[in-house]
């Protein structure tokens, strides 16, 4: 959940969460305001859907922040499994990314796929496994921490269109212990040429 940057004026909040679809669930991103009795929210509004939906019960992601530029920061996971994973890297789906979009959900003009075709306009940064912390630091920065795989947890300053390496590129191991990461590669490399690596 964050508040809206207005919220002494406005009562607005915004939050992520598992929302049912055909096909399975996927994070949606809402709005609503405070009631003046503050017992509840009123105008609820769904302003982002992910897309694809997939039925199963990880990775969603779902931190939101309001950047000094404006616009809200959305995370999204890949949503565990194997055949998912590809879906990090790919610019024609949400899961496994930073999105961006406005206070209405409408798409930020300058994102860098905004105009590209079979692009989701919303996407900001791509190559994340499951990002659950996100925060913008006084210099503002966006900084964030990705639940990687075991003993591969990150520490990303994120930047607008760079690729952060997931499933491609990883530090860790499959949680069960399995090695190695199982990635549309065959298996995933500790750096990658034209990937980001976390801080």
Aim: aromatic share 8%.
């Amino acid at each position: 959940m964050a508040p809206s940057p207005d919220f002494a004026a406005d009562r607005t909040i915004f939050w992520g969460f598992a929302e049912p679809r055909q096909g399975g669930n996927a994070t949606g991103v809402a709005r609503g305001t405070i009631s003046s009795d503050e017992r509840g929210l009123e105008n609820v509004k769904v302003i982002h859907q992910t897309m694809p939906a997939y039925d199963r019960d990880l990775h969603f992601g779902s931190r939101l922040a309001f950047g000094p530029d404006g616009p809200l920061y959305v995370t999204t996971g890949e949503r565990s499994d194997i055949p998912m994973r590809p879906q990090a890297q790919q610019p024609n789906s949400d899961l496994g990314k930073v999105l961006r979009v406005t206070r209405d959900g409408a798409i930020a003009l300058d994102n860098p796929y905004v105009g590209q075709s079979g692009a989701r306009e919303a996407i900001w940064s791509l190559g994340h496994r499951n990002i659950q912390a996100a925060v913008f630091n006084t210099q503002g920065r966006l900084w964030t921490i990705e639940h990687g795989t075991r003993g591969g947890d990150e520490l990303n300053l994120i930047q607008k269109g760079k690729h952060y390496g997931w499933p491609l590129q990883a530090k860790g191991k499959e949680c069960s212990g399995a090695l190695p990461i199982a990635s549309p590669a065959g298996s995933a490399r500790a750096q990658v040429d034209r990937m980001e690596q976390p801080v």
